[in-house]
């Protein structure tokens, strides 16, 4: 993928699997189950760059992302530079019942969030909300009732978009 790629030189990837899932270590006696764990060393490129990334626990996603209401879905992707710096952007919400066709050519597919330069991407989370659920990013339990949260490890942004 071009993205991956700058000028046809270097190269964005990670080497390594982050090991996502929700955070699992409580501090002060609050549960952190709105935040996500990494739990392996990442090795990856930024613009052909060598870096790791540590494990860590209790990680936010970044501020400003949009609530999922019920029956809609996205994907969050986690990023990060070569400073070691964390951040996430936010996909587009689908409502899975709004897109049209069926047969294996009309797939129901959710859009990745777009590239974020000088970053590479190390995963993904997909949030689906049922029925009278709601997300509020940072503030609601990744298993909260309603929410399915899936983490996905990747090297760079997937070619084919994921199913809803």
Known sequence: MHQNITEDRGGTIAFSRAGLRQAQ??????????????????????????????????QALSTGHNTITGCNVCFFALWVNNTNVLATTQGPLVDPATLAGSGALAQKVIKYPEVSANNVLIGLIKVKVGVGGSFVPRTTNFNATNITATFIDVASVPTLMQQS
Not at 33 to 57: C, R
Request: proline letters at 3%.
């Open 25 to 58: 270590v409580a501090c002060n006696a609050l549960a952190h189950y709105n935040e996500f764990q990494i739990q392996n060393t990442v090795h990856y490129t930024v613009d052909g760059v060598y870096g790791s990334l540590a494990p860590a626990d209790n």
